[in-house]
């Protein structure tokens, strides 16, 4: 490691160097005594920032749905599902429903056409060996 290398002349309290790169001061940015107070009103901003964030975060987790469901949703189908996709889009559009709620209904959308994927393929695959079952090897029944 060369003595000044590319890096903040600051050392930090446990004796090690400041691994950022230094401006024309010699140190970085966070490290320059001339940039002190920008460093803080940035570091003030950005905490601010933060805040809000997470109240406007909080007060829409608070808000919920500013319209209640009307009835509970049958999801047996590709089309029940499509259908709830179709009625939380709207609702999203219309602003009757929070961006965080539609993304969990998106959710939970996806995972209720997955196990319906998975509930017709384990029926094909039951009827199938119940064909086959029903059916002596090598004998084909005529149909009527
Ligand atoms: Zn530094």
Same mark, same amino acid.
């Not at 940015?29 to 940039?35: C, F, G, L, R």
């Not at 709830?84 to 889009?89: H, P, Q």
């Given at each position: 490691?060369?003595?000044? @290398?590319?890096?903040?002349?600051?050392?930090? /309290?446990? #004796?090690?160097?400041?691994?950022?790169?230094?401006?024309? +001061? #010699?140190?970085?940015?966070?490290?320059?005594?001339?940039?002190?107070?920008?460093?803080?009103? $940035?570091?003030?901003? #950005?905490?601010? $920032?933060?805040?809000?964030?997470?109240?406007?975060?909080? !007060?829409? /987790?608070?808000? @919920?749905?500013?319209?209640?469901?009307? &009835?509970?949703?049958?999801?047996?189908? !590709? @089309?029940?599902?499509? +259908?709830?996709?179709?009625?939380?889009? %709207?609702?999203?559009?219309?602003? %009757? =429903? +929070?961006?965080?709620?539609? %993304?969990?209904?998106?959710?939970?959308?996806?995972?209720? =056409?997955?196990?319906?994927?998975?509930?017709?393929?384990?029926? =094909?695959?039951?009827? &199938?060996?119940?064909?086959? /079952?029903?059916?002596?090897?090598?004998?084909?029944?005529?149909?009527?």
């Amino acid at each position: 490691m060369t003595p000044d @290398g590319a890096r903040c002349s600051f050392v930090k /309290a446990d #004796g090690t160097r400041c691994a950022m790169r230094p401006t024309a +001061s #010699g140190t970085c940015v966070v490290h320059d005594e001339t940039q002190k107070a920008a460093m803080q009103e $940035a570091r003030r901003r #950005g905490a601010e $920032a933060a805040r809000a964030r997470r109240a406007a975060v909080r !007060a829409e /987790a608070a808000q @919920g749905p500013s319209v209640a469901p009307t &009835k509970a949703l049958k999801l047996d189908t !590709a @089309g029940q599902i499509h +259908s709830c996709l179709e009625e939380t889009v %709207n609702a999203v559009r219309l602003g %009757n =429903l +929070s961006a965080t709620a539609a %993304n969990v209904i998106g959710s939970l959308c996806r995972a209720a =056409l997955t196990a319906l994927e998975v509930r017709l393929l384990e029926q =094909l695959e039951a009827e &199938k060996a119940q064909q086959e /079952a029903s059916q002596p090897v090598g004998a084909r029944r005529r149909r009527r």
